[in-house]
């Protein structure tokens, strides 16, 4: 089944500055990679999402890429606020498969 | 609209006991996931339904594990003789087609948290 390793676990950036989260996956045929975002207490929130057809995504101040050659897909947070402290997921579909798998997750800091 | 809902939000059963745990779907949304998340860690898949019936159980981690769906709506999630290290944080997301039909999105609850004495 597919694997998705996320990278880093923990990420302090100062107010204003970018964030970079980095993930994996396994099986080349996923071709569905959300982002979520996780706040103290509640369920993840669907942040974006990219399809295997595009290479890069954007809305607003976040965007995704990604590079099917390496396998792998990328979170970018510009112009951070204090707000975007939480944890973020990453994930993939895998060949054929009902389910999600998840990365471990990155806990943001943003330091104001 | 309203979005999942779960209940309860916190569960505190000793061990042993058995417990249930319920989530209500967004109306119309035909997929309905659990998923379990341990402390610290990512999102462990349980089970999938589609409609009624649940083509992938392969995530429950026991036999003490157990769900049901019922109206192609509610679902409840059954741990039986309850153990230490099923204290997590349970999670039902739905979808309205399943993820192997044109990659709806994921929408979660806010998860029922259990601890296990």
């Known amino acids: 089944g597919e694997n998705v390793e996320q990278h880093p676990s923990t990420l302090s950036v100062q107010e204003g500055d970018s964030a970079v989260i980095k993930c994996t996956y396994s099986d080349s045929a996923s071709n569905y990679f959300p982002w979520y975002k996780q706040e103290l207490g509640k369920g993840p929130q669907l942040i974006i999402d990219i399809r295997s057809n595009v290479g890069e995504k954007k809305d607003q101040r976040i965007a995704v890429t990604l590079n099917k050659t390496a396998k792998h897909f990328s979170l970018h947070i510009t112009e951070t606020q204090p707000e975007d402290s939480a944890v973020y997921f990453c994930a993939g579909n895998g060949a054929g498969s009902y389910q999600l798998t998840f990365g471990k997750g990155t806990k943001l800091s943003v330091i104001p | 609209g309203a979005g999942v809902s779960q209940s309860p939000s916190n569960k505190v059963t000793e061990k042993g006991k058995d417990v249930e745990l319920r989530c209500d779907p967004i109306s119309g949304h035909t997929a309905l996931y659990w998923y379990r998340q341990s402390l610290g860690q990512g999102l462990e898949f349980l089970i999938y339904?589609?409609?009624?019936?649940?083509?992938?159980k392969s995530g429950l981690p026991s036999d003490r594990f157990s769900a049901e769906r019922t109206g192609g709506s509610v679902s409840t999630l059954t741990i039986q003789r309850t153990q230490q290290e099923d204290s997590a944080v349970y999670l039902c997301?739905?979808?309205?087609?399943?993820?192997?039909?044109?990659?709806?999105?994921?929408?979660f609850g806010n998860g029922t948290r259990l601890t296990v004495t």
């Open positions: 339904f589609q409609g009624n019936s649940a083509p992938d």
């Open positions: 997301a739905s979808s309205l087609l399943g993820q192997f039909f044109g990659d709806s999105p994921l929408h």
